[in-house]
Nanobody, 122 residues
Framework: QVQLVESGGAMVQEGGSLRLSCVAS????????MAWYRQAPGGQREFVGA???????HYVDSVKGRFTISRDNAGSTLYLQMTNLKSEDTAVYYC????????????????WGQGTQVTVSS
């Protein structure tokens, strides 16, 4: 049974930093490309970035230079280090396993964890 548990969200001021974690179970974490998504209030869930098993990273333009994804395969944990946070980063953040095909990202598992809330105040 696949389980994804996100944590680390909090309320911070603009310019602040946070580190999110996602612990995955029920999957072979080390062979999966893992990604972060977020869903802002009233918005759709959007891709934030991903890290391949070879540690290659991909980010959406809006977070490049501010967010860094890392992973601990031994602990089946994905991280998202967020710096210089902006109010538009306010969202619930989720992780999932993905694959990249035809210039798009596809979910491998059609489930989501509970997410972790990040609120950035101006």
């Amino acid at each position: 049974q696949v389980q994804l548990v996100e944590s680390g969200g909090a309320m911070v001021q603009e310019g602040g930093s946070l580190r999110l974690s996602c612990v995955a179970s029920g999957i072979v974490f080390s062979i999966n490309t893992m990604a972060w998504y977020r869903q802002a209030p009233g918005g759709q869930r959007e891709f934030v970035g991903a890290m391949t098993p070879e540690s290659t990273t991909h980010y959406v333009d809006s977070v490049k230079g501010r967010f860094t994804i890392s992973r601990d395969n031994a602990g089946s944990t994905l991280y998202l280090q967020m710096t210089n946070l902006k109010s538009e980063d306010t969202a619930v953040y989720y992780c999932n396993a993905v694959r990249h095909y035809d210039n798009r990202w596809f979910l491998i598992y059609n489930i989501w964890g509970q997410g972790t809330q990040v609120t950035v105040s101006s």
